[in-house]
């Protein structure tokens, strides 16, 4: 029995330490990055704005600035988060167009990006 318990504590350890790591808890992540530029309220109350460097994030709070970086290709900019998601498994971070434009990845839709929270 003792054996069994071990065992589970070790796995939830392991799946734990290998979870996509969180901006709120830590100051830089990694992940896939996509874009989106439909028109529709943002869950911040905004209307979203396909020419404005905003993104969406799943826990950081409204209005933070974050340093997105293509890790393909070097190029980053800095959006603001105004809405909620991505809802995709795998990713980390939705930007407006124009930050995918400036990031150079419109024509595949989607890249990997590391994050940085700026003060």
């Known amino acids: ?11 939830l350890s392991l799946s734990a330490s290998m979870a996509a790591p969180s901006l709120a808890n830590a100051d830089t992540s990694t992940g896939i990055a996509s874009y989106y ?8 109350g905004e209307r ?5 460097y905003t993104a969406a994030h799943r826990s950081l ?4 600035k974050v340093r ?3 890790l393909r290709n070097g190029k980053t900019v800095v959006v603001r988060i105004n809405d ?3 809802f995709v498994r795998g990713r980390v971070i939705d ?6 434009s400036e990031l ?6 989607v890249t990997r990006v590391s994050l940085a929270v700026i003060d």
Not at 37 to 44: D, E, I, M, Y
Not at 48 to 52: D, I, R, V, W
Not at 61 to 64: C, K
Not at 104 to 109: E, H
């Open 95 to 100: 930007v407006s167009k124009a930050a995918a």
């Open 104 to 109: 150079g990845f419109t024509g595949s839709g």
């Open 1 to 11: 029995m003792k054996i069994r318990v071990v065992l589970s504590c070790a796995a």
């Open 48 to 52: 979203f704005n396909p020419t404005a």
């Open 84 to 86: 909620r998601g991505p």
């Open 61 to 64: 709070p409204f209005g933070t």
């Open 68 to 70: 997105v970086t293509n």
């Open 37 to 44: 530029w439909q028109g529709r309220s943002t869950a911040s």
